[in-house]
């Protein structure tokens, strides 16, 4: 089956830090891989995205590689801010069927100044 | 703004009422889904509508009942939740479901209490 795991939270930086948050994946086939923000209050925003094995997908200083060897699909910033502060969903969609995501159970990143 | 509202944003209701939630997507799309987010827990796919038409009951309780009148409006009829049912209940849209890899776009959810 198609299920996500990641690193449970909370997670407290101070400004600057290096941020990573952990996730792992399996999946029937090749998924393509996601992570999803949310800030405070709102729904979710796609962050970045990767569909196939070793795309970089990144976004306001966010990266994450596709990792076929590990399955994996690991969240990093090199200096965190604090209006990073969120709840960060690692996320994967099958090959195969519908457009449906299947999402990690979510990790607060609290950033203190 | 992600184009996708939802309405009430707040919602307390007693095991007997009947609601509803409305979400409506101003992107074009031609699905539209539900979500549940409960707190610890991944979320949970609900329901999937593409061109109106439901493809997705993801083994929900009949005390939700989905309606998708048009492309753009999704509703979630509410009757005899219990207080487990209490959540965030998100809305999304994409272009539309299939093989290819659509951008789902959220809504800011409404936060259900069942007392």
């Known amino acids: 089956g198609n299920s996500v795991t990641q690193m449970e939270g909370p997670v407290t930086l101070s400004e600057e830090a290096f941020l990573t948050i952990n996730c792992t994946y399996t999946?029937?086939?090749?998924?393509?891989l996601f992570w999803y923000v949310q800030y405070p209050g709102e729904g979710l925003q796609l962050l970045l995205k990767?569909?196939?094995?070793?795309d970089k997908g990144s976004n306001k200083g966010f990266e994450a590689t596709y990792r076929k060897e590990t399955t994996s699909f690991h969240l990093e910033k090199g200096s965190v801010q604090v209006s990073d502060s969120a709840v960060y969903f690692c996320?994967?969609?099958?090959?195969?069927?519908?457009?449906?995501?299947?999402f990690g159970t979510g990790t607060r990143l609290t950033v203190i100044p | 703004e992600t184009g996708v509202t939802q309405t009430p944003r707040h919602l307390v209701m007693g095991m007997t009422n009947k609601k509803s939630l409305k979400c409506e997507q101003h992107?074009?799309?031609?699905?539209m889904y539900w979500y549940k987010q409960s707190a610890k827990k991944p979320l949970e796919l609900m329901f999937v509508?593409?061109?109106?038409?439901?493809?997705e009951n993801n083994s929900v309780p009949s005390r939700f009942s989905p309606e998708c009148p048009n492309s753009s409006h999704l509703f979630l009829h509410l009757h005899t939740l219990q207080p487990e049912d209490s959540a965030l209940y998100l809305c999304?849209?994409?272009?539309?479901?299939?093989?290819?890899?659509?951008?789902?776009?959220f809504g800011p959810g409404t936060r259900l209490t069942v007392t």
């Open positions: 992107l074009g799309h031609n699905a």
């Open positions: 990767a569909t196939k094995a070793d």
């Open positions: 996320a994967l969609r099958a090959r195969t069927g519908a457009n449906n995501l299947f």
């Open positions: 999946a029937t086939g090749y998924p393509s």
């Open positions: 509508y593409n061109f109106k038409e439901q493809t």
């Open positions: 999304a849209s994409s272009q539309e479901t299939g093989p290819r890899t659509y951008e789902q776009y």
